[in-house]
């Protein structure tokens, strides 16, 4: 769970307060933290829903509710609540019309007329968007038209794929020919000269379907003739691998064989109090990759929908479309065909519901568990699922992409409320009625009553969706875009890592960008701490952890879940982490009281070269200091000289950083942190900052999105 040097607080507790001056307000806080991953109380239907439900229970259920043995005894209890089925659940999602798609594309062509490439690309992908696939040739119409303004835009690729779709898509046969043609055209600028030779002599037997007079029958001859000749003996180039905007994520000293994202200098470490948590087993220098790990599950949020791939979450340049519904777009087919195989088969014609209902995206992402796999593999697994939970070791090594590790992580399940399990069971039986209509348990009577018993594999799963909605509130991840004004870069790139947008290289500038919640279930051991240890970046959903400051045997991975010592006083930070993950923290940061970066003192504490505690402010003339803890004796004049040769390195990391130099930033600002951490004792305002640059420029190196700087 995302838990560090914290303290779980059980529900007495919290009633009650905590020692340094917490009270009621928490309660308060931490039920409605725990409702807002749930659903909006100021949009959609299922808040209004929820209390029209509670109307019909007393405080008694409820406490009962809270104390029943297990989630399956509460799902079975929740569906004989009648009142619960008067909600009516039925497909609902945005559907395919012919006259939108015509319209649309008669903007498209208005636009390429008119030489507007870029608005006639957006016109055209909503005329495909909107196309319906089985009447008539408005599909691959939309698609043929797109490939033609992608030609122009240079983007062969793309144009490739569009074209493909076309041809499967029955485009017609009196216009084959002009799609071919563009095909061999966009294979010449690639330099992949055999493929064009075929796709030119496809287009010349394509010419017999055409409806063209025998004058334009003709040159089109004449010009395919040439274009057949123009690649005879030539050879094709070898094609560009594409290059990732982000430097290698090779793990540190090799991946571990325990946890095979992350290094093998990270190990795990259980208490009664953290959980399971990741430490290093031998000093880390600053700057090094610790992890690296795509997602067990994760969901994009609704609004971005129409600029990132639904499956890989690859920035959109000419969007693919679900066969059924407009409300997704892939990057690829590769990726629908992905997508559709798996979750989106049984979300497709539910997802308009789910926007209606103003529930969450956690409970998004609970569903997507479970929909990314069939009912077999719950079925064959359901032995498995009493297996208690085991620390992963080199006879029982942490398997990431087992749906275990997901269901095994913290829900802390033993401090909820009876109220909490009621809300969520509510949501669990509505995402089974979602899956009963999908057809996930065979065919479905919609005449039917809806209150019907269950059955076994719907009790299954109606648990299962339980207990993800209790993992999901404390080990989703959230998906960032980090938003900074730079140097536009290539249209290729991913969504999650740095957006840059024109203007001049600021690397301080960044705004992070909301874009969805993932499961990354060896990034999840990582606990918190208001002095961070780490940072991350995204490679496409990929997430790399690096270490932000030098790391000796035994200390935790720690990363940030949101409130950082520097920006937020002790109080407030404890209250939010309370409030919404269940703990007080007991960080250095927390248990010495650090002051925000404002309020920090201009003068250092030197490190003792031997214990590492402070040393006493050198008095006199005296070089040494002796260390109050371990009586040893350490060169004050010494480490002073060392500290001011280390200014020299921050003030060069700051110019590259300032120059849009990242590379040449973060080596400096990783020397001056491994320097300045063996010299003083935090907290320091300068190592602080430095830490907080490096901050900014990891999340640079994740994958680039470019944007439009705003004038």
């Known amino acids: 769970m995302k838990s560090s040097s914290c303290v779980v607080m059980g529900n007495e507790e919290l009633r009650n307060g905590v020692s340094n001056g917490m009270d009621d307000l928490e309660e308060y806080l931490h ?92 016109a055209y992908s909503q005329a495909v968007m909107r196309a319906p696939h089985h009447d008539g040739d408005t599909y691959s119409l939309a698609l043929a038209n797109r490939s033609a ?145 795509r997602p067990y599950a994760s969901v994009l949020m609704e609004n971005k929908s129409g600029f990132h791939c639904t499956h890989c979450y690859l920035r959109l340049v000419a969007p693919v479309p679900c066969e059924w519904c407009c409300g997704v777009a892939f990057c690829s087919p590769k990726c629908r065909d992905l997508a559709v195989s798996s979750y989106h088969r049984w979300e497709c014609r539910f997802l308009d519901l789910m926007i209606g ?183 496409g959903d990929k997430m790399v952890i690096v270490n932000l400051r030098p790391l000796s045997p035994g200390d935790a991975v720690a990363e940030n879940y949101g409130p950082i010592f520097t920006h937020m006083p002790r109080q407030e930070r404890q209250r939010k982490l309370l409030s919404r993950y269940w703990f007080r923290c007991r960080c250095e940061a927390c248990e010495q009281d650090w002051p925000m970066y404002e309020m920090m003192p201009e003068r250092r504490m030197l490190r003792c070269q031997t214990c590492g505690t402070a040393l006493p402010v050198r008095t006199g003339n005296k070089s040494h200091v002796k260390c109050t803890q371990c009586g040893s004796s350490t060169n004050a004049v010494d480490a002073c000289k060392a500290l001011d040769k280390a200014q020299k390195v921050f003030d060069s990391a700051r110019e590259y950083m300032d120059e849009g130099r990242r590379e040449e930033a973060i080596r400096d600002f990783n020397r001056y942190v491994d320097t300045v951490s063996g010299l003083v004792v935090p907290p320091h305002k300068e190592l602080h900052l430095a830490m907080q640059s490096l901050r900014h420029l990891v999340a640079c190196r994740g994958t680039i999105v470019t944007a439009p700087a705003k004038k």
């Not at 945005?94 to 608005?119: C, I, L, M, P, T």
């Not at 303004?149 to 485009?171: M, W």
């Not at 990270?266 to 990759?289: C, F, I």
Request: with cysteine; aromatic share 10%.
């Open 149 to 293: 303004v992608l030609y122009h835009l240079e983007q062969y690729r793309h144009c490739l794929t569009d074209i493909d779709l076309a041809l499967k898509a029955d485009y017609p046969p009196s216009l084959t020919y002009k799609v071919l043609d563009r095909r061999g055209q966009c294979l010449l600028k690639l330099r992949q000269y055999r493929a064009a030779f075929e796709a030119f002599k496809e287009a010349a037997q394509a010419l017999s379907a055409a409806d063209l007079n025998e004058k334009k029958l003709t040159v089109w001859e004449k010009d395919l003739g040439k274009k057949i000749d123009m690649c005879h003996g030539k050879e094709d180039e070898n094609e560009e691998k594409s290059t990732s905007q982000s430097p290698s994520a090779n793990l540190f000293c090799g991946p571990s064989r325990v946890l095979p994202n992350a290094s093998s200098v990270v190990t795990l470490q259980e208490s009664k109090d953290e959980g399971r948590y990741a430490v290093v087993n031998r000093r880390v220098p600053t700057g090094q990759v610790l992890m690296a790990e």
């Open 31 to 122: 039920r409605l933290c725990s409702e807002v991953t749930l659903w909006s109380t100021k949009e959609g239907f299922f808040s209004h829903f929820v209390e029209q439900i509670s109307a019909h229970v007393s405080e008694q259920f409820l406490e009962k509710f809270g104390k029943m043995k297990d989630d399956d005894e509460r799902f079975r209890k929740i569906w004989e609540v009648k009142p619960i089925h008067t909600l009516k659940v039925t497909s609902f999602f945005k559907q395919k019309s012919r006259e939108v798609s015509e319209k649309r594309r008669n903007d498209g062509n208005k636009a390429f007329q008119d030489k507007k490439y870029q608005q006639a690309l957006i």
């Open 357 to 539: 209902s103003g529930v969450s995206l956690n409970v998004s992402l609970a569903l997507r568990v479970a929909a990314q796999h069939d009912l077999l593999f719950f079925q064959k697994l359901q032995d498995r699922l009493s297996q208690p939970a085991v620390l992963p070791s080199t006879t029982s090594p942490h398997r990431p992409e087992d749906y275990l590790s997901f269901y095994h992580m913290a829900g802390l399940e033993e401090h909820r409320s009876g109220r909490d399990f009621f809300h969520r069971a509510l949501i669990a039986a509505f995402l089974l009625k979602i899956l009963q209509r999908a057809h996930y348990f065979g065919k479905w009577d919609d005449e039917g009553p809806p209150d019907k018993p269950l059955t076994e594999d719907e009790a299954l799963l109606g648990r299962l969706l339980l207990r993800h909605l209790q993992v999901s509130q404390f080990n989703a991840h959230e998906l960032h875009s980090p938003l900074v004004p730079l140097a536009p870069c290539n249209p290729h790139s991913q969504i999650s890592g740095m957006t840059f947008m024109s203007g001049e290289n600021n690397y301080v500038a960044t705004k992070s960008v909301f874009l969805g919640l993932a499961v990354y279930p060896t990034v999840a051991f990582c606990n918190h701490s208001c002095f961070p240890a780490v940072a991350r970046f995204f490679d």
